[in-house]
Protein backbone atom coordinates (compact mmCIF):
# COMPACT_ATOMS: atom_id res chain seq x y z
CA UNK A 1 0.00 0.00 0.00
CA UNK A 2 3.05 2.54 0.89
CA UNK A 3 4.49 1.97 -2.92
CA UNK A 4 1.19 2.73 -4.25
CA UNK A 5 0.95 5.69 -2.46
CA UNK A 6 4.28 6.79 -3.54
CA UNK A 7 3.41 5.80 -6.92
CA UNK A 8 0.17 8.43 -6.72
CA UNK A 9 2.88 10.81 -5.19
CA UNK A 10 5.65 10.66 -8.08
CA UNK A 11 2.98 10.81 -10.65
CA UNK A 12 1.56 14.19 -8.93
CA UNK A 13 4.74 15.40 -8.40
CA UNK A 14 6.13 14.96 -12.55
CA UNK A 15 2.26 16.36 -13.20
CA UNK A 16 2.79 19.53 -11.11
CA UNK A 17 6.57 19.79 -12.57
CA UNK A 18 5.12 19.46 -16.06
CA UNK A 19 2.52 22.35 -14.90
CA UNK A 20 5.11 24.67 -13.92
CA UNK A 21 7.13 23.87 -17.02
CA UNK A 22 4.20 24.53 -19.28
CA UNK A 23 3.45 27.68 -17.36
CA UNK A 24 7.46 29.19 -18.13
CA UNK A 25 6.46 28.64 -21.75
CA UNK A 26 3.15 30.18 -21.82
CA UNK A 27 4.59 33.09 -19.95
CA UNK A 28 7.29 33.39 -22.90
CA UNK A 29 5.41 33.53 -25.56
CA UNK A 30 3.03 35.92 -24.18
CA UNK A 31 5.55 37.51 -23.51
CA UNK A 32 7.39 37.87 -26.88
CA UNK A 33 3.69 38.32 -28.30
CA UNK A 34 3.30 41.53 -26.07
CA UNK A 35 6.78 42.92 -27.63
CA UNK A 36 5.52 41.54 -30.95
CA UNK A 37 2.33 43.67 -30.39
CA UNK A 38 4.47 46.85 -28.91
CA UNK A 39 6.30 46.55 -32.19
CA UNK A 40 3.16 46.57 -34.11
CA UNK A 41 1.63 49.18 -32.81
CA UNK A 42 4.31 51.44 -32.99
CA UNK A 43 4.48 50.74 -36.99
CA UNK A 44 1.17 51.37 -36.91
CA UNK A 45 1.62 54.61 -35.47
CA UNK A 46 4.34 55.28 -37.81
CA UNK A 47 2.05 54.63 -40.36
CA UNK A 48 -0.78 56.71 -39.44
CA UNK A 49 1.57 59.64 -38.98
CA UNK A 50 2.78 58.77 -43.03
CA UNK A 51 -0.74 58.45 -44.13
CA UNK A 52 -1.76 61.99 -42.98
CA UNK A 53 1.72 63.75 -43.99
CA UNK A 54 0.83 61.97 -47.41
CA UNK A 55 -2.45 63.14 -47.69
CA UNK A 56 -1.65 67.05 -46.74
CA UNK A 57 0.46 66.41 -49.35
CA UNK A 58 -2.18 65.19 -51.95
CA UNK A 59 -4.29 68.34 -51.00
CA UNK A 60 -1.22 70.54 -51.41
CA UNK A 61 -0.69 68.79 -55.09
CA UNK A 62 -4.12 69.10 -55.87
CA UNK A 63 -4.37 72.89 -54.47
CA UNK A 64 -1.34 73.83 -56.89
CA UNK A 65 -2.76 72.03 -59.79
CA UNK A 66 -6.11 73.71 -59.79
CA UNK A 67 -4.30 77.07 -59.35
CA UNK A 68 -2.52 76.06 -62.67
CA UNK A 69 -5.36 74.95 -64.53
CA UNK A 70 -6.97 78.32 -63.81
CA UNK A 71 -3.71 80.09 -65.21
CA UNK A 72 -3.35 78.13 -68.24
CA UNK A 73 -6.82 79.06 -68.79
CA UNK A 74 -6.08 82.45 -68.41
CA UNK A 75 -3.44 82.51 -70.73
CA UNK A 76 -5.24 80.38 -73.15
CA UNK A 77 -8.12 82.89 -72.57
CA UNK A 78 -5.48 85.56 -73.33
CA UNK A 79 -4.00 84.19 -76.66
CA UNK A 80 -7.59 83.70 -77.92
CA UNK A 81 -8.21 87.24 -77.09
CA UNK A 82 -5.09 88.65 -78.96
CA UNK A 83 -5.88 86.34 -82.00
CA UNK A 84 -9.17 87.82 -82.69
CA UNK A 85 -7.30 91.13 -82.03
CA UNK A 86 -4.57 89.96 -84.82
CA UNK A 87 -8.05 88.78 -87.04
CA UNK A 88 -9.90 92.20 -86.34
CA UNK A 89 -6.59 94.31 -87.04
CA UNK A 90 -5.86 92.46 -90.82
CA UNK A 91 -9.31 92.83 -91.69
Known amino acids: MAVAGLEKF ?3 EDKIYRTVELCKTYKQEKDELEREL ?3 RRD ?3 VLVEKDRLEAQVERL ?3 R ?3 RLKVEAMLDAIAVLELEAEASRK
Open 44 to 46: FNA
Open 38 to 40: ELV
Open 10 to 12: SHL
Open 62 to 64: LAD
Open 66 to 68: DAM
